[in-house]
């Protein structure tokens, strides 16, 4: 498994630590033009929430990966909070926010993972 492969797969266990749900993988490998190889989104009922879940991915990737995001965006208000892993981007929202961004969306060449929440 690759690096960037693992690393999704870490940032997914950190969302799910603080039951963050509708987390959508995008695979944006094969896409021209394309800022990384994976944008991870998923939402928070709260900004606390989301706070906590931006709290848990960074712990999770530095534990397990030994990986810390070059930039993380957003934290202030808490309803958008975009991390920058250099090959993946993670993007953890209110769902209001989310609806109206609708990231998952703007590459329709993209490949789409849908996890199922674990409640």
């Known amino acids: 498994m690759e690096a960037s492969t693992q690393l999704v797969e870490t940032i997914k266990k950190g969302i799910q630590e603080k039951k963050g749900s509708q987390i959508v993988i995008v695979d944006m490998q094969g896409i021209e033009g394309a ?7 998923c ?13 848990s991915v960074e712990e999770f990737a530095r534990n397990e990966q030994q990986e810390k995001p070059t930039a993380v965006a957003g934290l ?32 329709e060449d993209a490949n789409l993972t849908n996890i199922p929440d674990l409640d």
Not at 35 to 41: E, R, T
């Open 76 to 107: 202030e208000n808490a309803q958008w909070v975009a991390m920058d892993y250099t090959d993946v981007m993670v993007h953890i929202f209110l769902p209001d926010v989310r609806a109206y961004y609708d990231l998952e969306h703007l590459w």
């Open 43 to 55: 939402q928070g009922n709260s900004p606390s929430q989301v706070e906590a879940i931006a709290e």
């Open 35 to 41: 800022i990384c190889q994976y944008f991870v989104i």
